[in-house]
Nanobody
Framework: QEQLAESGGGLVQPGGSLRLTCAAS????????MKWYRQASGMQRELVAT???????MYSDSVKGRFTISRDNTKNTSYLQMNNLKPEDTAVYYC????????????WGRGTQVTVSS
């Protein structure tokens, strides 16, 4: 069964770090772009970071310089390293695997909670 599973969330103090992991199962991982989204309480889901199948990375302005997205195709895993965390980074973080047309496909994980608070 195709699935994505996030892990690594938790409670951290401002200025701290966390590394989120997205483990993919039963998909051809190397042909998907991998993305991390987040959704804060009462807010819309927003795109945080993308790593394309060829390794190109993109970040939202709010996390640029603090977060790093990476992937390991040998382990079917994507990572989001988050440094210098701020209270406004508090959200549920979701992993997404995306394929462009002609075979458009989007797979989602269930999310992992990140809380930044002192």
């Amino acid at each position: 069964q195709e699935q994505l599973a996030e892990s690594g969330g938790g409670l951290v103090q401002p200025g701290g770090s966390l590394r989120l992991t997205c483990a993919a199962s039963e998909i051809s991982f190397h042909i998907y772009d991998m993305k991390w989204y987040r959704q804060a309480s009462g807010m819309q889901r927003e795109l945080v970071a993308t790593i394309s199948k060829d390794g190109t990375t993109m970040y939202s302005d709010s996390v640029k310089g603090r977060f790093t997205i990476s992937r390991d195709n040998t382990k079917n895993t994507s990572y989001l390293q988050m440094n210098n965390l701020k209270p406004e980074d508090t959200a549920v973080y979701y992993c997404n695997a995306h394929r462009d047309p002609p075979i458009k496909r989007d797979l989602w994980g269930r999310g992992t909670q990140v809380t930044v608070s002192s």
